[in-house]
Each structure stands twice: as C-alpha cells, then as structure tokens.
C-alpha cells in the first residue's frame, strides 16, 4: 500500500487535499510538483496534457512557466477546486476536461510537447498503465517529453525494508479510511520503456519511494495514426 490509498479518503474533501498530502509525503510533495513542472515545461510556450490534474497544484506551476495546459482529471469536485486556485492566473491558456485517463484517446495525436502523469499511474491496474502510457506517447510530438511521478518501491532489500516500516500507519490509516490499499510501483522505468519511450532522467525522495521519471519519445518516431 501507499500515502496513495489515504488519497483516495482525501479526494472526497478536495479543500483538504493539498494539506494532507503534504502531511503523508511529509511535505516532499511540494518539491515533487516543482520537479514535474520544470521538466514537462523548460521554457514558455510549452503545449502540456496533465492528466489527473487533481487540485491543480501541477497545473498552477505549470502556468507560471508559461506553458499552456490542457488538464484533465474523472472528478468534478476536485476540477472545481483546481478551477478556483487558477480562475485569475489561467487567462486563455488552460483548457479543463473532465474525464478519466483512459479517454486521452480522443485527444489530437502527436499534438503535445509534453504529457504529466502526477501521482495517479498507482491507481490504475497494469493494463491500464499499459494503455494509458502508450496513448500518451502517442500523444507527443516526435523528441516530446513524458513526465511520471509517483511511489514506487525502494531499490535494495535494506531500503524496501525501511520503506515497510515507514508506511505501516499510513497501511493501517488507509485501509480503515479508504477501505482499500493501492501498492508501490514496482518498476515504473521498464513500463515506460516498453510503451516506447526512452527513459533519460530519474529523481527520488523519501528513501527513494517518490519518484520521477522523465521520458522521450524517439526522434524518428513515426506519427500514429489516430
């Protein structure tokens, strides 16, 4: 299980959401959502498909940096509280969708300089993930970049140990609150890989569970069909 099964109890109060990821990532969230935005938008004018945008705290970063978002997430409470942090700053730079991860298939192909995935890939079973991540190449522009954040398991026994012994309350928190548990990715990098992509940077935190992964498309791919 992850800090990601006490997201789900969080995402039923949205105005809290923010707060309490903050508490169980002990506060490296902050750091996380800085990292995913400087690598998904480098310089200004950056073309962005967030998906599960949540609250919009990615979204609002990204913005800063001049990129223009579209972001997408399945729930309307948490759209509406994205909406409201970035009703002044949005201008005509944001489009809002509300749909789930596997619908970025309607979406115009090679039409993005950049796809996020920010702490949502743990929510969705493999073959989701296998769907998800290789629509989302094929929503990139040739030598485009995919930006992937999440919990992941910890390289080395000692580590997954710590790691175990670290997230025994947020188990037992998550399972009473949310009545499930969700797991720890196992190899987030071989599942980029084999949706095509060409994995060239990775960062962690909190003992190497937190990570990101940022990815490109190959240069020559050709431009998918739909």
Do not use: N
């Amino acid at each position: 299980m992850s800090s990601l099964a006490l997201m789900r109890w969080l995402e039923a109060t949205p105005e809290r959401y923010d707060a309490g990821m903050r508490v169980v990532t002990l506060g490296r969230v902050t750091a996380l959502h800085e990292a995913v935005a400087s690598a998904a938008a480098p310089a200004p004018g950056a073309e962005v498909l967030e998906i599960g945008c949540g609250t919009g705290a990615v979204t609002a970063r990204l913005l800063q940096r001049g990129a223009r978002v579209t972001a997408l997430d399945q729930s309307p409470e948490m759209l509406e509280q994205a909406r409201s942090r970035l009703r002044v700053s949005a201008a005509g730079d944001m489009t809002w969708l509300e749909r789930t991860a596997s619908e970025i298939d309607a979406l115009p192909a090679a039409a993005y300089d950049a796809v996020v995935l920010s702490l949502c890939l743990s929510e969705m079973s493999g073959d989701e993930r296998r769907y998800v991540l290789t629509r989302a190449r094929e929503r990139l522009r040739p030598g485009g970049r995919l930006v992937a954040a999440d919990e992941v398991r910890s390289h080395g026994a000692a580590r997954r140990a710590a790691q175990t012994l670290a997230r025994a309350p947020q188990w037992l928190a998550g399972w009473l609150l949310a009545g499930s548990v969700s797991r720890p990715l196992a190899d987030l990098r071989a599942e980029l890989e084999a949706a095509g992509l060409v994995v060239q940077r990775e960062q962690r935190w909190l003992l190497g569970t937190l990570a990101l992964f940022e990815a490109r498309t190959r240069e020559a791919d050709p431009c998918p069909s739909s």
